[in-house]
């Protein structure tokens, strides 16, 4: 069984998000696929298998980081149809029905690939007791981002404080069914991005998350309202770093990025 590394959100390796990817007949075990993801030990690893024609859509796809399976996933959901577009497993756009619905991946011509995912509903949060201690951070406003994303979205004074978090990653766990997304507007625009952000995840395995897709369907109604643009693209500062771009069509968010497979080898226990 073929199995690929492939970091997405980014135009190189070694930067980005990474994921596995596995194309299969038919989704096994849960146990199996948690077993997989778990040996994989990267963020998410995708699962997908194609879907009989005439359906709603095309492909069937879960996502899964060492410690659970998650509802939304959007650099894995990139790799994958990354990896259906440069096998020629799927062409033009692929739908893929998931927990979160059906999401649709359209390929450009320049190899970007763009996801159509729902925006998350935000609604005015009170700070939780303690995430400030636990976030090194004091949060100018909070946000809770809906069932599906399961985050509480907070912005900080300024993009230096965003990248100076150092969290107490324990403590933040008790305070979202995730985690914590922080946020704040960009410094200098002019270096081709609009806003940052830094994700952390300790209640699902992920102690800080490269790029996240699924968190710019929050941040990209958040900032559009606050920019005046529906068309932005964020900057994720993690240490591997990547860029989103985010087009916000009401209820939808479109996310731009490209991929690179970087490792490709086969699965021998199953």
């Known amino acids: 069984m073929r199995m690929r590394i492939v970091d997405a959100f980014t135009d190189r390796p070694f930067a980005g998000n990474p994921a596995g990817v596995l194309l299969l007949d038919a989704f096994p075990g849960d146990d199996r696929l948690q077993n997989v993801a778990l040996e994989v030990n990267h963020a998410e690893t995708a ?9 709603e859509a095309d492909w069937a796809l879960r996502w899964f980081t060492p410690v659970a399976e998650v509802d939304q996933c959007g650099h894995a959901t990139l ?3 990354h990896v259906l577009f440069g096998t020629g497993a799927h062409s033009g756009p692929v739908r893929f029905a998931t927990r979160s619905g ?3 991946a359209t390929p450009a011509e320049d190899g970007a690939i763009t996801l159509d995912f729902p925006t998350a509903p935000l609604t005015p949060a009170a700070l939780p007791d303690g995430v400030a201690e636990a976030l090194g951070a004091e949060p100018l406003t909070a946000l809770d ?12 004074a300024d993009e230096k404080t965003v990248h100076a978090l ?6 933040l766990g008790a305070h979202s069914r995730r985690g914590i997304i922080a946020t704040a507007r960009a410094e200098n625009p002019a270096l081709g991005y609009d806003f940052v952000s830094r994700c952390f995840f300790p209640n699902v395995g992920i102690d800080e998350d490269p790029v996240t897709g699924s968190a710019h ?24 770093s990547g860029r989103v771009r985010t087009e916000l069509r009401g209820e939808r968010t479109l996310l731009t990025g490209r991929a690179v497979t970087v490792i ?3 699965l021998l226990a199953w």
């Not at 699962?47 to 359906?55: K, R, T």
């Not at 981002?145 to 900080?156: A, I, N």
């Open 102 to 104: 059906v999401l649709v």
């Open 47 to 55: 699962f997908a298998h194609p879907l009989p024609p005439g359906g």
């Open 79 to 81: 790799a994958t149809a």
């Open 166 to 171: 150092r969290p107490d990653l324990r403590a």
């Open 145 to 156: 981002t809906g069932p599906h994303l399961g985050d509480l979205l907070v912005e900080l």
């Open 264 to 266: 490709e080898g086969e």
């Open 217 to 240: 369907t929050a941040l990209a109604p958040y900032w559009s309202e606050r920019l005046g643009r529906t068309a932005l693209t964020g900057l994720q500062a993690s240490p591997r």
